[in-house]
Protein backbone atom coordinates (compact mmCIF):
# COMPACT_ATOMS: atom_id res chain seq x y z
CA UNK A 1 0.00 0.00 0.00
CA UNK A 2 1.09 3.36 -0.90
CA UNK A 3 2.03 5.51 2.18
CA UNK A 4 0.14 8.51 0.97
CA UNK A 5 -3.27 8.12 -1.29
CA UNK A 6 -4.65 10.69 -3.09
CA UNK A 7 -8.57 10.45 -3.95
CA UNK A 8 -9.78 11.26 -6.93
CA UNK A 9 -6.79 10.28 -9.20
CA UNK A 10 -8.49 12.62 -11.48
CA UNK A 11 -11.32 14.87 -11.69
CA UNK A 12 -13.12 16.95 -14.28
CA UNK A 13 -15.69 19.55 -13.02
CA UNK A 14 -17.51 22.57 -14.10
CA UNK A 15 -16.62 26.34 -13.12
CA UNK A 16 -18.38 27.28 -9.97
CA UNK A 17 -19.05 23.44 -8.72
CA UNK A 18 -17.29 23.07 -5.05
CA UNK A 19 -14.50 20.37 -5.44
CA UNK A 20 -12.76 18.32 -2.44
CA UNK A 21 -9.52 16.24 -2.86
CA UNK A 22 -8.60 13.89 -0.27
CA UNK A 23 -5.32 13.05 1.19
CA UNK A 24 -4.33 9.82 4.13
CA UNK A 25 -1.23 8.67 5.05
CA UNK A 26 0.39 5.62 6.80
CA UNK A 27 3.92 7.48 7.81
CA UNK A 28 1.94 8.31 11.16
CA UNK A 29 3.36 11.89 10.21
CA UNK A 30 2.07 14.76 12.15
CA UNK A 31 2.87 17.28 9.00
CA UNK A 32 1.10 17.88 5.46
CA UNK A 33 0.99 19.61 2.66
CA UNK A 34 -1.14 20.18 -0.07
CA UNK A 35 1.27 21.00 -3.50
CA UNK A 36 0.00 22.52 -6.38
CA UNK A 37 1.83 21.95 -9.96
CA UNK A 38 1.47 23.37 -12.95
CA UNK A 39 3.79 22.78 -15.95
CA UNK A 40 6.83 24.56 -16.18
CA UNK A 41 6.55 26.27 -12.59
CA UNK A 42 6.84 23.88 -9.88
CA UNK A 43 5.48 22.89 -7.27
CA UNK A 44 3.63 25.71 -4.77
CA UNK A 45 2.67 25.22 -1.70
CA UNK A 46 -1.17 25.90 -1.15
CA UNK A 47 -1.38 25.14 3.18
CA UNK A 48 -0.12 23.18 5.26
CA UNK A 49 -0.52 21.81 8.59
CA UNK A 50 1.93 20.70 11.12
CA UNK A 51 -1.05 18.89 13.29
CA UNK A 52 -4.92 18.40 13.58
CA UNK A 53 -4.81 21.39 14.73
CA UNK A 54 -2.46 23.64 13.21
CA UNK A 55 -3.66 25.15 9.66
CA UNK A 56 -1.68 27.36 7.62
CA UNK A 57 -1.78 29.14 4.25
CA UNK A 58 1.11 28.76 1.75
CA UNK A 59 2.14 31.10 -1.05
CA UNK A 60 -1.31 30.63 -2.84
CA UNK A 61 -3.93 29.73 -0.55
CA UNK A 62 -6.71 31.63 -2.55
CA UNK A 63 -9.75 30.66 -3.67
CA UNK A 64 -9.17 26.65 -1.80
CA UNK A 65 -9.51 25.55 2.22
CA UNK A 66 -8.43 22.91 3.91
CA UNK A 67 -9.67 20.55 6.70
CA UNK A 68 -7.22 18.18 9.32
CA UNK A 69 -10.00 15.50 10.11
CA UNK A 70 -7.00 13.26 11.69
CA UNK A 71 -3.24 13.04 12.29
CA UNK A 72 -3.50 10.48 9.11
CA UNK A 73 -6.44 12.91 6.94
CA UNK A 74 -5.66 16.41 5.11
CA UNK A 75 -8.52 17.39 2.11
CA UNK A 76 -8.46 20.56 0.20
CA UNK A 77 -11.44 22.19 -0.90
CA UNK A 78 -11.97 24.20 -3.99
CA UNK A 79 -15.32 26.48 -3.09
CA UNK A 80 -16.25 27.48 -6.24
CA UNK A 81 -13.52 26.03 -8.69
CA UNK A 82 -12.54 28.17 -11.60
CA UNK A 83 -10.66 27.02 -14.99
CA UNK A 84 -7.22 28.69 -14.09
CA UNK A 85 -7.50 26.00 -10.92
CA UNK A 86 -6.76 22.97 -13.35
CA UNK A 87 -3.65 21.61 -12.50
CA UNK A 88 -1.65 18.68 -10.41
CA UNK A 89 -2.46 18.25 -7.27
CA UNK A 90 0.12 16.52 -4.88
CA UNK A 91 -0.36 15.82 -0.98
CA UNK A 92 2.97 15.14 0.79
CA UNK A 93 3.56 14.07 4.24
CA UNK A 94 6.92 14.82 6.32
CA UNK A 95 8.47 13.89 9.51
CA UNK A 96 10.51 16.83 10.75
CA UNK A 97 11.07 20.17 9.40
CA UNK A 98 12.35 20.30 6.38
CA UNK A 99 12.93 17.03 6.07
CA UNK A 100 12.50 14.47 3.32
CA UNK A 101 8.70 14.66 2.00
CA UNK A 102 6.61 11.52 0.83
CA UNK A 103 3.86 12.56 -1.86
CA UNK A 104 0.97 11.28 -2.88
CA UNK A 105 0.48 10.25 -6.77
CA UNK A 106 -1.51 13.43 -7.63
CA UNK A 107 -4.94 14.32 -8.64
CA UNK A 108 -5.26 15.64 -11.85
CA UNK A 109 -8.14 18.40 -11.36
CA UNK A 110 -9.68 20.00 -14.77
CA UNK A 111 -12.17 22.87 -14.36
CA UNK A 112 -14.31 23.03 -17.46
CA UNK B 1 13.12 35.05 -0.56
CA UNK B 2 14.05 31.16 -1.14
CA UNK B 3 13.98 30.38 -4.36
CA UNK B 4 15.52 27.43 -6.30
CA UNK B 5 16.31 27.95 -10.08
CA UNK B 6 17.28 24.94 -12.67
CA UNK B 7 17.56 25.00 -16.38
CA UNK B 8 14.12 23.24 -17.36
CA UNK B 9 15.46 20.60 -20.46
CA UNK B 10 17.91 18.25 -21.10
CA UNK B 11 18.43 15.64 -24.03
CA UNK B 12 21.42 13.26 -23.58
CA UNK B 13 22.04 9.87 -25.39
CA UNK B 14 21.43 6.42 -24.04
CA UNK B 15 24.83 5.40 -22.16
CA UNK B 16 26.29 9.01 -21.87
CA UNK B 17 26.21 11.16 -18.99
CA UNK B 18 23.71 13.50 -17.94
CA UNK B 19 23.85 16.47 -15.10
CA UNK B 20 21.28 18.44 -14.03
CA UNK B 21 21.84 21.47 -12.13
CA UNK B 22 20.68 23.78 -9.63
CA UNK B 23 21.38 26.68 -7.82
CA UNK B 24 19.40 27.84 -4.49
CA UNK B 25 19.27 30.71 -2.40
CA UNK B 26 19.06 29.87 1.10
CA UNK B 27 22.41 29.14 2.83
CA UNK B 28 21.00 28.10 6.01
CA UNK B 29 19.36 24.97 4.22
CA UNK B 30 19.94 21.82 5.67
CA UNK B 31 19.36 19.20 3.25
CA UNK B 32 18.92 19.32 -0.54
CA UNK B 33 16.58 16.79 -2.24
CA UNK B 34 16.40 15.27 -5.54
CA UNK B 35 13.40 14.13 -6.72
CA UNK B 36 12.10 11.99 -9.52
CA UNK B 37 8.97 12.84 -11.37
CA UNK B 38 7.62 9.37 -13.69
CA UNK B 39 5.17 10.50 -16.28
CA UNK B 40 1.60 10.32 -14.88
CA UNK B 41 3.26 9.70 -11.16
CA UNK B 42 3.81 11.72 -8.15
CA UNK B 43 7.60 12.55 -6.99
CA UNK B 44 9.87 9.98 -5.59
CA UNK B 45 12.83 10.51 -3.50
CA UNK B 46 16.19 10.07 -5.98
CA UNK B 47 18.82 10.88 -3.54
CA UNK B 48 19.99 14.06 -1.14
CA UNK B 49 22.45 15.49 0.61
CA UNK B 50 23.42 17.03 3.67
CA UNK B 51 24.50 20.31 3.92
CA UNK B 52 27.72 19.74 5.30
CA UNK B 53 28.88 16.97 2.82
CA UNK B 54 30.34 18.10 -0.91
CA UNK B 55 29.63 15.14 -2.37
CA UNK B 56 27.36 11.53 -2.10
CA UNK B 57 27.75 8.57 -4.65
CA UNK B 58 24.89 6.15 -5.00
CA UNK B 59 25.36 3.70 -7.50
CA UNK B 60 24.64 5.70 -11.09
CA UNK B 61 24.34 9.03 -9.04
CA UNK B 62 26.57 11.46 -7.69
CA UNK B 63 25.56 14.59 -5.91
CA UNK B 64 27.49 17.41 -6.17
CA UNK B 65 27.08 20.36 -3.41
CA UNK B 66 28.90 23.36 -3.98
CA UNK B 67 27.81 25.07 -0.35
CA UNK B 68 30.38 28.46 -1.54
CA UNK B 69 28.50 28.83 -4.58
CA UNK B 70 24.91 27.23 -3.81
CA UNK B 71 24.89 24.95 -6.48
CA UNK B 72 23.67 21.34 -6.56
CA UNK B 73 24.33 19.13 -8.81
CA UNK B 74 22.92 15.59 -10.32
CA UNK B 75 24.97 13.32 -12.56
CA UNK B 76 23.53 10.18 -13.50
CA UNK B 77 26.03 7.99 -15.17
CA UNK B 78 25.14 5.37 -17.67
CA UNK B 79 21.98 7.27 -18.36
CA UNK B 80 19.32 4.81 -19.51
CA UNK B 81 15.79 5.50 -21.56
CA UNK B 82 14.08 4.41 -18.23
CA UNK B 83 15.83 7.68 -17.13
CA UNK B 84 13.44 9.98 -18.50
CA UNK B 85 11.65 11.81 -15.85
CA UNK B 86 11.08 15.44 -15.01
CA UNK B 87 14.20 15.99 -11.93
CA UNK B 88 12.93 18.64 -9.15
CA UNK B 89 15.43 19.98 -7.24
CA UNK B 90 14.37 20.78 -3.66
CA UNK B 91 16.00 23.07 -0.39
CA UNK B 92 14.68 22.33 3.19
CA UNK B 93 14.82 26.23 3.77
CA UNK B 94 10.95 27.01 3.19
CA UNK B 95 10.32 29.42 6.35
CA UNK B 96 6.94 27.33 6.75
CA UNK B 97 8.81 24.03 7.09
CA UNK B 98 8.17 23.01 3.57
CA UNK B 99 10.65 21.84 0.95
CA UNK B 100 11.48 24.73 -1.74
CA UNK B 101 11.55 23.20 -4.86
CA UNK B 102 12.91 23.94 -8.66
CA UNK B 103 10.67 24.23 -11.53
CA UNK B 104 11.96 20.88 -12.67
CA UNK B 105 14.25 19.46 -15.19
CA UNK B 106 12.94 17.52 -18.02
CA UNK B 107 15.57 14.77 -19.09
CA UNK B 108 14.72 13.02 -22.40
CA UNK B 109 16.82 9.92 -23.48
CA UNK B 110 17.64 9.14 -27.02
CA UNK B 111 18.46 5.62 -27.62
Known amino acids: DADVTQTPRNRITKTGKRIMLECSQTKGHDRMYWYRQDPGLGLRLIYYSFDVKDINKGEISDGYSVSRQAQAKFSLSLESAIPNQTALYFCATSDLWGSEAFFGQGTRLTVV | GEDVEQSLFLSVREGDSSVINCTYT??????LYWYKQEPGAGLQLLTY?????DMKQDQRLTVLLNKKDKHLSLRIADTQTGDSAIYFCAESGGSQGNLIFGKGTKLSVKP
Open chain 2, 26 to 31: DSSSTY
Open chain 2, 49 to 53: IFSNM
